[in-house]
């Protein structure tokens, strides 16, 4: 019997992240990519998904040649998701910003000079007209424990590039951002493996 041939790829057990950058379409475009109708879009609600579904936009965003942003305002700085290393393949510009899970911190005023410094960057991201999509994961968090006034975080988005489209992600999404997005969708959890005992998985949940 005749062994059929092998893909080489196969054999290669390298990590992924090792395998350098992917390339971008042919024909990407330079510059912001042009827009009818920039939005605001809200993830937000106690269900699992929200950063995930900004995830999936990501993705198609990328596809279409966009140039994009990410601010992390509650992931540590040094952390290393599957996303981290997907962003550095595929040269998405993704920032971690914050120190962890703040609301357990003993260092309330460091955790407000972080989340103030992370809005900082993310206004001068979105003001920069460098991005076709800038996205705020987990910004609702500082607003929510008021770090962040919730006007001036509106004001921003109100007057950014006209072809900016931002994503806001996180749980509990103040009411005044809720009003001004074009689009808000709420995560409902109606199961979720933790609850039985099932601690995050890799590639599934970071």
Same mark, same amino acid.
């Given at each position: 019997?005749?062994?059929?041939?092998?893909?080489?790829?196969?054999?290669?057990?390298?990590?992924?992240?090792?395998?350098?950058?992917?390339?971008?379409?042919?024909?990407?475009?330079?510059?912001?990519?042009?827009?009818?109708?920039?939005?605001?879009?809200?993830?937000?609600?106690?269900?699992?998904?929200?950063?995930?579904?900004?995830?999936?936009?990501?993705?198609?965003?990328?596809?279409?040649?966009?140039?994009?942003?990410?601010?992390?305002?509650?992931?540590?700085?040094?952390?290393?998701?599957?996303?981290?290393?997907?962003?550095?393949?595929?040269?998405?510009?993704?920032?971690?910003?914050?120190?962890?899970?703040?609301?357990?911190?003993?260092?309330?005023?460091? +955790?407000?000079?972080?989340?103030?410094?992370?809005?900082?960057?993310?206004?001068?991201?979105?003001?920069?007209?460098?991005?076709?999509?800038?996205?705020?994961?987990?910004?609702?968090?500082?607003?929510?424990?008021?770090?962040?006034?919730?006007?001036?975080?509106?004001?921003?988005?109100?007057?950014?590039?006209? +072809?900016?489209?931002?994503?806001?992600?996180?749980?509990?999404?103040h009411p005044l951002l809720?009003?001004?997005?074009?689009?808000?969708?709420?995560?409902?959890?109606?199961?979720?493996?933790?609850?039985?005992?099932?601690?995050?998985q890799p590639g599934i949940?970071?």
């Amino acid at each position: 019997m005749t062994e059929e041939p092998r893909d080489e790829a196969l054999d290669d057990d390298e990590p992924l992240q090792k395998h350098g950058p992917v390339e971008q379409p042919v024909g990407k475009w330079t510059g912001l990519f042009p827009k009818k109708h920039p939005l605001v879009l809200v993830n937000t609600g106690d269900g699992k998904g929200k950063t995930t579904a900004a995830l999936g936009i990501t993705m198609r965003a990328w596809g279409r040649g966009w140039n994009i942003c990410w601010l992390q305002f509650i992931k540590k700085k040094d952390s290393h998701y599957g996303e981290t290393y997907a962003a550095q393949r595929m040269g998405i510009e993704m920032i971690a910003l914050g120190d962890g899970f703040t609301w357990l911190s003993e260092n309330i005023e460091h +955790d407000i000079k972080m989340a103030t410094e992370a809005w900082a960057l993310a206004r001068e991201k979105i003001m920069s007209a460098e991005f076709d999509l800038v996205v705020l994961d987990e910004i609702t968090y500082p607003i929510t424990y008021e770090w962040l006034n919730v006007h001036e975080v509106i004001e921003t988005l109100r007057n950014r590039p006209k +072809d900016v489209d931002i994503i806001i992600t996180g749980r509990a999404a103040h009411p005044l951002l809720q009003e001004f997005a074009d689009t808000v969708t709420e995560m409902t959890e109606v199961k979720h493996a933790f609850q039985s005992g099932i601690k995050a998985q890799p590639g599934i949940d970071y």
